[in-house]
């Protein structure tokens, strides 16, 4: 391991992407964007030694004790300084479960969903972590709260498999490096970096939208480039077509978990045996799940009922430093009402391609620069357009093949929650290990019964792991 992990965070200062998140949520608490990462260890790990890894973590990515500055009131780019008053103290914690029973995730899950809507400092290092103790068999729970301007899920994951151990025991061998040096906000600073960066982005901006829809080698091609390009960029840029659910369509602050345990290779074969792949059926299981809730809380719907729904695109590419946000909306008209499996994944499959394939999918990295300038109730108001418009947003992550460490407890299992940019549920998948450990955060307004709607995403599930013959049942964890 080198002495950071692979330059982890290392940009200075904020994409446009990273400021329209951060300044919405300053103007609107309803678009807050924390990422929440719950481990289940198979022992409680020692204090001690933890308050020492967590430190070391700092260490290893200075990211991690630095905060957010505006400058100069507000005008230019957020960006990245030294927090001068960086207190461990203040970001890790613990809480003790008193008699936890065997079905533990009624005492867990409202201590991990108050840790996630509890608002960040805006003048600390947008993280906290928690280790949970009190789970039955003496194990424990480790918690880890990130805002997303630092990342995305796959930088998550990045972060975790190079700062995870390998093994149980203490490695001794591991790099020791100083913590980063504090630096003050320089002023002087802040006005060169308004008037030589900042005056150019707008105009860069400008010519980056041009340079993509209009300047064009084949003069006789253009105007036609340009319409198709621009109507890829309505269908990336609008919210999914279709109306809303009207089941669904109450909003409002609080959160709710649930959370599911699903075979990995059951249901990539079952996807597979279909045409289909492991993100088709990780969808269409999803799709499968609203129906059903529909029809239990007496709102069947038809046969050809969509939801709308939008699932996040990797647009990473080789040589992009780790860490940040590199994604990208697939927006869909969901075919919610399809009740046979196979069709309903074949489906998602045609939507998914025709939106991995849209010219424009990028087109967000050409316009945030603009947004990212807007005053804050109108950047809120343009923002939010895109995102409450979703009654679904999914989200599929690669995560951890092999087996890892804690200050010697083993991770078991890592269930990820995202945040509800407005839509009524952000339903998220890591593969640990065998495992899918699937992870919904829902709209306490709009999902009403969270025990039933548990049992009908258990049964979407259900559905097309009906598909590989001898599937395991997928299981709620409680």
Same mark, same amino acid.
């Given at each position: 391991m080198s002495d950071s992990p692979a330059g982890w965070g290392s940009a200075r200062e904020m994409s446009p992407f990273e400021v329209m998140m951060w300044r919405a949520e300053g103007d609107d608490p309803r678009f807050r964007s924390p990422v929440l990462a719950v481990e289940l260890l198979d022992?409680?790990?020692?204090?001690?030694?933890?308050?020492?890894a967590v430190d070391w973590a700092t260490r290893m990515v200075p990211r991690f004790r630095e905060r957010i500055r505006e400058p100069l009131g507000g005008l230019g780019t957020p960006y990245w300084i030294h927090d001068l008053e960086f207190d461990l103290h203040y970001h890790l914690r613990r *809480?003790?479960? #008193? @008699?936890? @029973?065997? @079905?533990?995730?009624?005492?867990?899950?409202p201590i991990a969903e108050q840790f996630m809507m509890t608002p960040f400092d805006r003048e600390r290092p947008p993280w906290e972590a928690m280790l949970v103790e009190g789970l039955p068999g003496g194990r424990a729970a480790f918690l880890l709260k990130l805002h997303h301007v630092l990342t995305d899920g796959l930088g998550v994951v990045q972060l975790l498999s190079q700062l995870h151990s390998r093994k149980r025991e203490h490695d001794d061998t591991k790099p020791q490096p100083a913590a980063p040096e504090p630096t003050s906000p320089d002023p002087l600073a802040e006005v060169d970096r308004l008037v030589r960066r900042e005056a150019g982005i707008v105009p860069a901006a400008a010519r980056a939208a041009r340079d993509v829809v209009g300047a064009l080698t084949h003069p006789l091609s253009a105007a036609r480039d340009t319409a198709r390009y621009l109507d890829?960029? $309505?269908r990336v840029l609008s919210p999914p077509p279709g109306s809303g659910s009207e089941l669904l369509r109450p909003r409002g602050m609080s959160w709710r978990f649930v959370a599911l345990d699903v075979d990995f290779a059951d249901l990539r074969a079952a996807g597979k045996s279909v045409g289909g792949s492991f993100n088709d059926a990780f969808v269409a299981s999803l799709l499968g799940g609203f129906r059903l809730y529909h029809e239990a809380m007496g709102h069947p719907v038809t046969g050809d009922a969509t939801l709308r729904t939008s699932v996040p695109v990797s647009v990473r590419r080789e040589g992009d430093?780790? !860490? @940040?946000?590199?994604?990208?909306?697939?927006?869909?008209?969901?075919?919610?009402?399809?009740? %046979?499996?196979?069709?309903?994944?074949?489906e998602v499959g045609e939507q998914m391609r025709a939106a991995r394939e849209e010219p424009?999918?990028?087109?967000?990295?050409? *316009?945030? #620069?603009?947004?990212?300038? $807007?005053? !804050?109730?109108?950047?809120?108001?343009?923002?939010?357009g895109s995102t409450q418009g979703n009654d679904l947003q999914a989200s599929n992550v690669p995560g951890l093949r092999s087996e890892a460490f804690l200050c010697g407890a083993r991770i078991d299992r890592v269930y990820p929650f995202a945040p509800l940019p407005g839509c009524?549920?952000?339903?998220?998948?890591? /593969?640990?290990? %065998?495992?899918?450990? *699937?992870?919904?955060?829902? %709209?306490?307004?709009?999902? /009403? %019964?969270?025990?039933?709607?548990a049992r009908c995403l258990a049964d979407g599930f259900a559905e097309v792991l009906a598909l590989q013959p001898g599937a395991a049942e997928p299981m709620i964890v409680g």
């Open positions: 022992a409680k790990p020692d204090w001690d030694r933890l308050v020492a *809480v003790r479960i #008193p @008699g936890a @029973g065997p @079905g533990f995730w009624a005492e867990l899950s890829s960029a $309505l430093a780790a !860490g @940040g946000n590199r994604w990208a909306p697939a927006r869909l008209a969901a075919p919610m009402g399809i009740a %046979d499996p196979a069709r309903r994944i074949r424009a999918l990028e087109s967000p990295d050409v *316009v945030a #620069p603009l947004l990212a300038r $807007l005053p !804050g109730p109108l950047l809120t108001l343009v923002a939010g009524a549920a952000m339903i998220s998948v890591v /593969t640990h290990g %065998d495992q899918c450990c *699937v992870g919904a955060n829902i %709209d306490a307004a709009a999902i /009403t %019964d969270r025990e039933e709607f």
